[in-house]
């Protein structure tokens, strides 16, 4: 497959995100033991796993939707933790995109994507219309800015859903399993939208399964197991030399045609 | 029966919507501060919520009326019937209310407040622009429903001595010795009051049963 992303040399900037021996437990469940990841501006990841694995786990610490109960996570240099201030600082950096879309279902598109920036940065009405009709025409919806999410597909919807989160001007966006709530014929609208983000040098934690995507776009892919980083390396590598039994099998698994 | 003392229904009627309206609308006001504490994720505003619930849901309206009109006479507190009742069918209805509203915010997708949390919306917001509208479209037909029984309801508050639609009635048929036709006339005005309601209940219901499909 042919790189349609040039590769930056990110190796010079300033780390975006660190997560530090993070640990994280559900009652006495550890979903994340000692995570360490260092996220450079610019820096696309891609995170994948068998189901279990902690992957949303991991991306959902870093905007508190969960909490952690070890080790450190900065995000553009604010120390997360349980000060208001911090998490503020954090979520203003960090957008977010789920599985099931998580549109609000009894607003339009267009007011979908003005409610935060009105409400989190305080823009004006109209300002927040601009913004909104900007980012909606640039995820090549804008002609549906009128309409309610119910009356879109699936495809569509997610692509509202990323507009929504790029309303917010975040400097990093986190994907989790963006594209696998969505029928074949729909993922390919949304993987695209996603390589025209990386291509305009946003910093992007995906959590997905599509490796062709990985393959694209990724400078590094991460491999998850029971709660752990169990192997990291750049797409050709991870997926021509696995290091890990582990790895293999799952690559084995995910590539194998079906 | 003479115009009089039909007028004189129509003036208890007029009660009887009024104690419904206060009841309900500052019941709605209780409520929501109940609900709100309900599902806070704070323990003990929790606690106190579900004490609060528990209480009005676990005890008679009539000796919760009771209550608020002699226990306060008894500590000094000389209420007339009309703020006596009133207060009592807001906290009845608080309690009520409260409990259906937090089963609707239970009930609205989690997703959709991680998402507003993500897009930095604060708790305000959130509930206000995200959460409620949702959970009170999922609660208008339990909400019409109690709103029905609030409105029978306050038949009792004749109890104290408070002269809405059920006491006139009874005073009128004890004047003009007509009990079947007066209380048939005020059946008919409580079913004329409650039943467009009820309907609109059911009604909201299957729309909603069809839209969740
Ligand atoms: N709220 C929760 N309470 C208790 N356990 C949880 C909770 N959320 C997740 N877990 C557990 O934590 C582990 C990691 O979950 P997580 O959702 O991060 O996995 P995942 O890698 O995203 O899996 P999938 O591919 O299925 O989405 C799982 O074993 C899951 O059962
Ligand atoms: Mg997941």
Redesign the pocket.
Known sequence: MTRHVPIRDTATADPMIVMADVEKW??G?K??SAINLSVRRGERIVLC??????????I?CINRL?VYQKGEIRVGGTRLDDDGHSIDAVRREVGMVF?HFNLFPHMTVLQNCMLAPMRALKLSRREAEETAQRLLDRVRILEQADKYPAQLSGGQQQRVAIARALCMRPSVMLF??PTSALDPEMVKEVLDTMIGLAEEGMTMIC?THEMGFARQVADRVIF?AD?SIVEEAPPDTFFTQPRHERTRKFLGEILRPH | MGLGEFLFLLTGLKWTVALSAIGFVCGAIGGLAIALMRTSGMRPLERLAAGYIALFQGTPLLMQLFVVYYGLALVGLRLSAWVAVSIGFTLHASAYLGEIWRGSIEAVPRGQSEAASALNLKYVSRMKDVVLPQAIRISLPATIGFLVQLIKGTSLASIVGFTELARAGNIVSNQIFQPLLVFGIVGILYFLMCWPLSLYGSHLERRFAVASR
Do not use: I, N
């Not at chain 1, 796993?49 to 991991?58: A, R």
């Open positions: 559900y009652g469940f979903a994340l796993g068998p189901s279990g694995s902690g992957k949303s786990t991991l959902r969960e599985q989790d399993e959590v998850m709660g």
